[in-house]
Nanobody, 114 residues
Framework: QVQFVESGGGSVHFGGSLNLSCVVSGFDSTGILMRWYRQAPGKERELVAGVFDGGSTFYGPFAKGRFTASRPPNQNRLFLEMTSLKVDDTAEYIC????????WGRGTQVTVSS
């Protein structure tokens, strides 16, 4: 059974920083793709960042230059360092793992106030 433990969300002021963490268990392999998505109320879920098992990263356009995703080698753990946070970054941040199909965590709330 695939299980997620997400942490690190919270409330910060504009310009602040937060670090998110996701640990997923239940996979036999560490070769899965892991991603962060986010969803704000009334908006569609959107990709924040992803990391392949080899360490290659990719980002949504709003995340480039402000967010950094990372992943320890051979581990199904995913981190997201977020800096220069904006009010528009307020959303539920949801960890995703992909191996033949998508698996989703419950999410962790990030709230940025002006």
């Amino acid at each position: 059974q695939v299980q997620f433990v997400e942490s690190g969300g919270g409330s910060v002021h504009f310009g602040g920083s937060l670090n998110l963490s996701c640990v997923v268990s239940g996979f036999d392999s560490t070769g899965i793709l892991m991603r962060w998505y986010r969803q704000a109320p009334g908006k569609e879920r959107e990709l924040v960042a992803g990391v392949f098992d080899g360490g290659s990263t990719f980002y949504g356009p709003f995340a480039k230059g402000r967010f950094t995703a990372s992943r320890p080698p051979n581990q199904n753990r995913l981190f997201l360092e977020m800096t220069s946070l904006k009010v528009d970054d307020t959303a539920e941040y949801i960890c995703n793992a992909y191996e033949y199909r998508d698996y989703w965590g419950r999410g962790t709330q990030v709230t940025v106030s002006s």
